[in-house]
C-alpha cells in the first residue's frame, strides 16, 4: 500500500531536522515504499534549506522519496496549515496519508501500525501525542493534553467521535476527496476538526489510538502568550464545530471554577466541593490509566497543581476569546471564524 507524509513547515529551523530523523526512522522500519512530502509555507529562517540538506545527507538507495515543495499563498477557505496540507495532498500518490507537525517527533513503528489500524471503511485514524519540555509550564501542558486525548479516547472506545488531532494523525485518500479536501470545507483554526467531522458526516469510519508503538512526541510551549494564543485557537474551533452539548459540557467542564461560587451559594458549599472532587476524581483516574499506557507516569505528581492550574487559566482564555479580535497562527493573522 503506498503510503504519503505530509509535513506543512513554516520558520520551523529550531524543530525540523528532530522531526525528519524521526519520520525517516519510521520510513527504514516500514517495509513498503513511502513519499515524504514537506510543504515549505514562505518560511524566512531557512527552514526549507535546511530541509534539503537533511535530503542531501542521506544515504541510498532508500526505499522513500523526499521532496521539498514550495507552497502557494492561501485562497478561499483553506488557510494555514489546512492550505499546505491541500496543496500537498493534490501531488501525494499514497492511498493513505499521514500527517505530522514540525515539532513533533514520532515513534519508529509509527507508519506500520498507523497503516494497520485501517480497516475496509476506516477513514481516519488519530494517535496519541505526549509533550515535553523543561520547567513547570511544560508538564501543566503535558498533563492538560494526558487529560485531554485520554478522554478524547475513551469517548472513541464508546463510540463516539469527539476529534482528531493534527499532529499524529492519518486518513484515506478516498475518504479527503469525497469531502471535497480543505478547499470545499468550511475554514477553521482547527483544521484537523473540521476535517474529521466532515470524514464521519460521510459515514467513514475512525480509529483513536493510544497504546505506547503510536505515542508522538511534541514539544511543549515554551512562553504563557504562544500558549494562550494556541488555546484561543482551540476554543475558537470548538465553539464554531462542537454540537450544543458537547459545547456545554466543555464549558461546564472548562469554567468549572465559575461555576462553582453560585453552587455553592446555592445550593450550600458540601454541594460545590463534591462536584470539585468528582471531577478532579475522574480526571486523575484518566490521566493515571493513559499516564500508564504511553509511558507517561512521571506526570502523576503535578495532578494537584494542574487543578489549579484550569481552575485559573481557563476562564483567562475564554476572556480572551472573546475580547481579542485577532487570532495569530505562525505569525500570522487569521480571520475569525464564524459560528
Known amino acids: 500500500m503506498q503510503v504519503s507524509v505530509l509535513l506543512a513547515v513554516r520558520n520551523e529551523a529550531p524543530n525540523l531536522l528532530r522531526c525528519l530523523a524521526a519520520i ?12 515524504v512530502l514537506i510543504g515549505d509555507d514562505q518560511s524566512t529562517d531557512g527552514t526549507g534549506a535546511l530541509a534539503q540538506q537533511f535530503i542531501g ?20 477557505n483553506a488557510q494555514a496549515k489546512a492550505n499546505v496540507i491541500k496543496q500537498l495532498a493534490a501531488v501525494a500518490q499514497g492511498e493513505l496519508l499521514l500527517i505530522t507537525d514540525a515539532d513533533t517527533a514520532v515513534p519508529p513503528t509509527w507508519i506500520g501500525q498507523m497503516v494497520a489500524a485501517f480497516g475496509p471503511r476506516t477513514g481516519i485514524v488519530t494517535g496519541f501525542t505526549a509533550l515535553e519540555g523543561a520547567g513547570l509550564l511544560a508538564r501543566l501542558q503535558a498533563v492538560d493534553w494526558l487529560v485531554a486525548l485520554g ?39 482547527t483544521e484537523d476538526l473540521v476535517l474529521f467531522q466532515a470524514m ?29 494564543r494556541q488555546r484561543q485557537r482551540w476554543f475558537a474551533g470548538a465553539w464554531q464545530l462542537l454540537a ?14 465559575l461555576w462553582l461560587w453560585p453552587l455553592g451559594w446555592g445550593l450550600g458549599w458540601p ?64 480571520k475569525r471564524p464564524s459560528g
Not at 472513541?156 to 471535497?180: D, E
Not at 450544543?244 to 471554577?257: E, K, T
Open 271 to 334: 454541594w460545590a466541593v463534591g462536584v470539585w472532587l468528582g471531577r478532579f476524581g475522574f480526571q486523575s483516574l484518566v490521566a493515571g490509566f493513559f499516564a500508564v499506557r504511553t509511558h507517561q507516569a512521571h506526570l502523576l505528581p503535578f495532578l494537584p497543581v494542574y487543578e489549579a492550574y484550569v481552575l485559573i487559566f481557563n476562564p483567562i482564555v475564554f476572556v480572551y476569546f472573546w475580547l481579542s479580535r485577532q487570532m495569530w497562527w505562525k505569525d500570522r493573522d487569521l
Open 200 to 228: 464521519v458526516g460521510q459515514g467513514w469510519g475512525f480509529c483513536q489510538l493510544s497504546h505506547p508503538g503510536i505515542v508522538a512526541r511534541g514539544r511543549a510551549l515554551t512562553h504563557g502568550r504562544a500558549l494562550l
Open 24 to 35: 525517516d526512522a519510521a520510513v527504514t522500519t516500514w517495509a513498503c515504499p513511502v513519499e
Open 244 to 257: 450544543w452539548p458537547w459545547l456545554v459540557l466543555l464549558l461546564a467542564n472548562g469554567l468549572l471554577g
Open 57 to 76: 545527507q542521506l544515504l541510498a538507495p532508500r526505499q522513500a522519496v523526499y521532496r521539498v515543495l514550495p507552497m502557494q499563498p492561501a485562497q478561499g
Open 151 to 189: 478522554q478524547v479516547q475513551l469517548a472513541a472506545w464508546l463510540g463516539l467521535p469527539l476529534c482528531s488531532l493534527g499532529s499524529n494523525m492519518a486518513y484515506r485518500r478516498a475518504a479527503y476527496q469525497q469531502v471535497g479536501g480543505y478547499e470545499a470545507l468550511p475554514f477553521s483554526v
